[in-house]
């Protein structure tokens, strides 16, 4: 039986692609503009279009593009198809109409297409894109600089961007070490992100090594430091060089060193790119605490909550208990339907408004540690930790008992 659009996508997610790619262009243009097919379907035919548009049904896909009634995701995947039309362009320009358009990723497809299109004033809100913390956001800037720095040369887009804002400056950087420049210097930039990135960019250790004794600030001497520890992975240099300037860190008023280890070795390695590197190179210099073994904490906890006379419920997880997601605690109820208590995976802490004296004597006698209001409510700062749309300083509250959903 020969394949059709329908059996080469039967349902969202399953996909012969090869199949698709092979299929009769004609056929996947019709489908890709009927809006009477589940959009899954028409994107699937957009993107097997690549390279392969028929010149007599481009108008008619633009006019996809173009009907702010139509699917989101069919309209993006059809803009990125169509990025070399310059019949496009007016529309793209028509700034009212891009206010109007809130569908889900427009307007980021509408400034790669700009970007594409060699239309060299979309430079800043390609710079911003390009500066962003999501990879799909920041993918979609980088690749509309890249055709503007194509279209244009490498020099045009900083001189169009100026050097005010960091993401204007981060995209020199780039494209600097894309014309083979040494971008070393970078390293010594005030806003931690762009130097985040422009250490990213350096590739080799000697440079860095040398660049050590001569760096002119200690931000850049760390992002060195780091910068070679991503490359080389010498456990033994990075703690030396950590501890020639006497192991820098940023100080959390309040915060003692068993907890401090705990925030550090959960989150110092992975926290994202604005942070200090204060705090990335103290992960990779101290010792971690003792690794939590959750199943025998969960059943030592429960054991003494039993042996003090409570009826604590079998244990949930942080998702669990919020009904998504997932962290860094797991939760121990009562069968009095109220009270409950907060275990942390980072260590022996312990929180809960609502316990009781007994709850707290009984997890005390096991070994736990109940954090009192006071140290929930210590602020760390500058260590960007992805929490519900913000990266901003958290308490150890939400840190060492951590949900996200």
């Known amino acids: ?220 001497k760390l992002w060195a430091v780091y910068a070679q520890h991503r490359l080389t992975e010498d456990a033994d240099e990075t703690r030396k060089l950590y501890e020639e300037p006497g192991r820098p860190r940023v100080e959390a008023t309040g915060l003692d060193e068993e907890l401090r280890a705990a925030i550090v070795h959960e989150y ?19 010792e971690p605490p003792p690794a939590v073994d959750t199943d025998e904490q969960l059943r030592r906890a429960t054991d003494a909550l039993t042996a003090a006379g409570l009826a604590p419920k079998p244990p949930l997880s942080c998702g669990e208990d919020n009904g998504v997601g997932d962290g860094t605690y797991r939760v121990i109820g009562f069968d009095d339907g109220g009270s409950s208590v907060s275990i942390s995976t980072l260590g022996r802490f312990t929180a809960g408004d609502d316990e009781s004296p007994q709850v707290r004597r009984a997890l005390e006698s096991a070994g736990f540690r109940r954090l009192d209001e006071a140290v929930r409510s210590i602020q760390v700062t500058d260590l960007g930790v992805y929490y519900f749309g913000g990266r901003g300083p958290l308490g150890v509250d939400t840190l060492l008992f951590y949900w996200q959903d």
């Open 1 to 220: 039986m020969p394949k059709t659009i329908r059996t080469l996508t039967p349902e969202a997610g399953r996909t012969d692609v090869e199949g698709l790619r092979a299929y009769d262009a004609d056929a996947l243009a019709k489908c890709a503009a009927d809006a009477r097919q589940p959009w899954w379907r028409r994107q699937a035919c957009v993107e097997a279009l690549a390279g392969r548009v028929p010149e007599r049904h481009v108008a008619q896909l633009i006019a996809c593009v173009q009907d702010t009634d139509d699917v989101s995701h069919v309209r993006v995947a059809l803009l990125d198809l169509l990025s070399d039309r310059p019949e496009l362009l007016p529309w793209l320009l028509r700034h009212e109409d891009r206010q109007r358009d809130g569908a889900h990723g427009m307007a980021e497809a509408v400034l790669g297409a700009r970007g594409a299109l060699g239309d060299l004033t979309a430079a800043g809100a390609l710079a911003t894109l390009a500066f962003d913390l999501w990879r799909s956001r920041r993918e979609i800037g980088e690749a509309g600089l890249d055709a503007l720095a194509a279209r244009h040369g490498l020099e045009a887009v900083p001189a169009e961007l100026g050097g005010a804002r960091p993401e204007d400056r981060s995209t020199a950087v780039r494209l600097r070490d894309r014309a083979g420049e040494d971008v070393i210097d970078a390293l010594a930039e005030p806003d931690r992100q762009v130097a985040f990135r422009a250490q990213q960019l350096l590739t080799d250790p000697e440079r860095l090594r040398r660049h050590l004794a001569e760096a002119s600030t200690e931000g850049a």
């Open 268 to 286: 110092g390695r992975w926290c994202e790119e604005p942070s200090d590197p204060r705090w990335r190179i103290e992960a990779l210099c101290t």
